[in-house]
């Protein structure tokens, strides 16, 4: 057993309602430069979606992730050798017209423009040429649906889904869609680290954040290809490639990540997860089925002595283990089972999850039509009992977050609902009757768990969101430096300016 | 100072040692501004037609002109039989003609794409330009002056040792015809101005990549052994 620890992002969906302060947070940090205009490293997608940049779930075109070739893990983008030979033209990197082509407007010439009969006008210039462009697509595009009969068609997980199931989803009644926020998931088998010729990619051994050194980077910008989730982006100034840092910076000063702090849903939970690296080889390389069994196997339990012994062996301190106790992802992720990562067949093994949005409204099919004025306890169970009659097709879940496994989804959102349901009892009604206790039950769950589960869902602190050990930062500075020798290696600013190269 | 001194010893020395120093100095204190700049973002299509041709063509050529400066004799033997040597003469001509229709391409690319126009600084026009002179003279020293790849070993060979072991001979270039000795200035001209352009992207070879473990972690905490 070697247990390492990583800092892990829990995304609760069915409290995203897509209003995008994580990403601008995030921008407004990290990405207002020239040539990083184009990059979200948070971003939110409308499911369903063809997502940003379009299709990146579609790995037969973009060929990101892990690929299981004669019970061998391989990457899906190339072999080693072909990897080198690809250096000078790489097929499967997404051009800009798969992202969209950063623009501002022209705001000058409302001051500048000379007398004319006509008002003048801000015109959409491209901030790569500087040239006046006519804006063709931009991020979220398709926000909300927005023509979802070109975009939300198009989305790679409706694939399988029945074709009646598919047009009933375009019909406006049954109209339904929710968020899907996305950072870099900081796997713990990471594609772009494999990927990179240069090894400028790594993965910090203390928290699992994955970096680029832009000192190392050649521009090779193979990882921006075999990232399946494409969260590394290329900058077409500096001529480095770069991407979301967990704001590493405020994590170490027990800050939460901006897009996490920024969160008006407050959907976002933080928190140490331990994990036996020793099983990552064998996690990634299980059959689809049973990818979501192994990944939880993964997860070590903090309070198991034997995990604790060997944490210690390996230099993990004391209050890294404590906080490990109190991450709220080791209860979502390992304890209560409910949150679930996004596309686990791309074998990456990601380290933030998602749990599953219920139906945004519940209804139900009488004499084939909707019906959404039924009595509550009504619909309640009849979801409960035919999750068929959700909005959001389960299978299209399922192939977003479980693999296209339907019993996983099923099994999720029969907790949540089953939390809902006893919830309800208790608070509205004044008494837990047996038929909701016995619902309880059938999902899996006791009466403490689900008023846990209700508590670090609705009325959580900001402690309890986001639980950070303390990282000691101090103890990695060498003690017999000159102190105004570390001045110039921590902190702000930059020691060189990141300027690009002729 | 006749011209030859200037053009075959003073020049390649001064290239040398820029070379040298400041490759050193920028890969050491200025390792950010190190990468190849691509521009396959911003447009693939025509750097599909010239990276790939160019790339692939010079190469090779390069490694030709190792071989001959490094082991002459292994050349010499294998030239030894005529068809071997028209082989060796047409693939490298080949090989030469492609890389040249590659460097015109990304050359008209990068003149004419808005795109590609706004990372495009003077000494990438520079460097295009030496370059696309490498190709041209060379293949026409190719066509014109035959076999290159005999009489390389008696001129070349002994002119670049004596640039590098210290005892310049300019002389054995001094009678070449101008073709080949714009050919020599130019190369070294370009030696020159590898640590100061996106040249220096050449000296990465990734080739680790190889043998490198799939996984790399660093971490500061320590550890007994990371995997």
């Known amino acids: ?502 | 100072m006749d011209w030859n001194q200037f053009l075959f010893v003073v020049f390649p020395y001064i290239s040398l040692t820029l070379f040298i120093a400041v490759t050193i100095y920028r890969v050491v204190y200025r390792p950010f501004t190190v990468s190849s700049l691509s521009s396959q973002l911003l447009e693939r299509k025509q750097l599909y037609w010239g990276s790939i041709p160019f790339h692939h063509g010079v190469l090779w050529i390069l490694l030709f002109h190792l071989v001959a400066l490094l082991t002459p004799k292994v050349l010499l033997l294998w030239n030894a039989v005529p068809l071997r040597l028209y082989l060796l003469e047409i693939s490298g001509f080949i090989l030469g003609l492609w890389a040249l229709v590659g460097v015109v391409f990304l050359f008209w690319r990068r003149l004419t794409v808005p795109y590609v126009k706004a990372v495009t600084t003077r000494i990438d026009i520079l460097v295009l330009l030496l370059t696309l002179i490498s190709m041209l003279t060379g293949v026409l020293t190719a066509s014109l002056y035959r076999f290159g790849s005999v009489w390389f070993t008696g001129v070349f060979t002994p002119y670049l040792w004596s640039i590098l072991t210290l005892q310049p001979c300019p002389e054995l270039v001094a009678p070449l015809p101008w073709l080949i000795q714009l050919h020599v200035f130019n190369n070294f001209a370009l030696l020159a101005l590898l640590p100061f352009s996106r040249l220096i992207h050449i000296l990465s070879w990734p080739l680790d990549y190889l043998i490198r473990p799939w996984q790399i972690v660093i971490g500061m905490r320590d550890r007994k052994a990371t995997k």
Request: with cysteine.
């Open chain 1, 1 to 502: 057993m070697d247990v390492r620890t990583h800092m892990s992002m829990i995304f609760h969906l069915d409290k995203c309602i897509g209003c995008h302060t994580c990403s601008v947070a995030c921008k407004n940090l990290w990405t207002d430069r020239k040539g990083a205009e184009y990059m979200w490293w948070n971003n939110v997608e409308t499911r369903p979606g063809t997502g940003f940049p379009t299709q990146w779930e579609n790995q037969e075109h973009f060929r990101g992730g892990w690929e299981r070739k004669k019970g061998k893990l391989d990457l899906k983008l190339h072999t080693r050798l072909e990897g080198i030979f690809k250096l000078f033209y790489n097929p499967s990197l997404p051009g800009l017209r798969d992202y969209y082509e950063p623009f501002t407007f022209d705001y000058q010439n409302l001051f500048n423009s000379p007398k004319k009969d006509v008002q003048p006008i801000a015109e959409p210039i491209s901030m790569i040429t500087g040239d006046p462009i006519d804006i063709e697509t931009g991020p979220n595009w398709d926000d909300d649906l927005g023509g979802s009969n070109i975009y939300a068609k198009n989305d790679v997980n409706l694939e399988d889904l029945p074709q009646e199931v598919r047009e009933q989803m375009n019909e406006l009644e049954r109209l339904v869609f929710n968020y899907l926020p996305r950072i870099c998931n900081h796997c713990l088998n990471p594609a772009c680290v494999a990927a990179c010729p240069s090894g400028a990619i790594y993965k910090r051994d203390e928290d699992g954040v994955v970096l680029v050194n832009e000192n190392d980077c050649r521009a090779w910008r193979m990882c921006v290809a075999a990232c399946p989730y494409k969260k590394v982006y290329y900058n077409w100034n500096t001529g480095k490639s770069e991407k979301c840092i967990l704001c590493f910076p405020r994590m170490e000063t027990g800050q939460a990540p901006a897009c996490a702090h920024s969160c008006v849903g407050r959907i976002r939970y933080m928190g140490v997860l331990l994990y036996d690296a020793d099983q990552i080889p064998t996690a990634a390389n299980v059959p689809d089925d049973e990818l979501i069994a192994a990944h939880r196997e993964m997860i070590l339990d903090p309070f198991d002595p034997k995990v604790i012994a060997a944490a210690k062996e390996n230099g993990i301190g004391d209050d890294w283990i404590e906080s490990a106790q109190n991450s709220p992802a080791y209860k979502f992720v390992k304890e209560w089972e409910i949150a679930l990562p996004l596309h686990p067949e791309f074998r990456t093994m990601v380290m933030m999850y998602y749990i599953p949005p219920l139906s945004p409204v519940v209804s139900v099919t009488e004499k084939s039509l909707f019906r959404l004025d039924l009595m509550q306890e009504d619909y309640d169970f009849e979801l409960f009992d035919r999750l068929d009659a959700a909005r959001l097709p389960i299978k299209y879940l399922a192939n977003l977050f479980s693999a296209g496994d339907e019993g996983t989804i099923r099994t999720v959102l029969r907790k949540l609902l089953a939390v809902r349901i006893y919830m309800r009892r208790k608070t509205v009604h004044g008494k837990v009757d047996s038929v909701s206790r016995k619902t309880l039950a059938e999902a899996g769950l006791t009466e403490e768990q689900a008023i846990d589960m209700y508590k670090m869902t609705t009325l959580p602190t900001m402690e309890e969101r986001f639980v950070f050990p303390n990282y000691h930062r101090e103890m990695s500075i060498k003690a017999i430096l000159d102190p105004l020798t570390h001045k110039g290696e921590v902190g702000l600013g930059y020691i060189q300016q990141p300027k690009r190269g002729e």
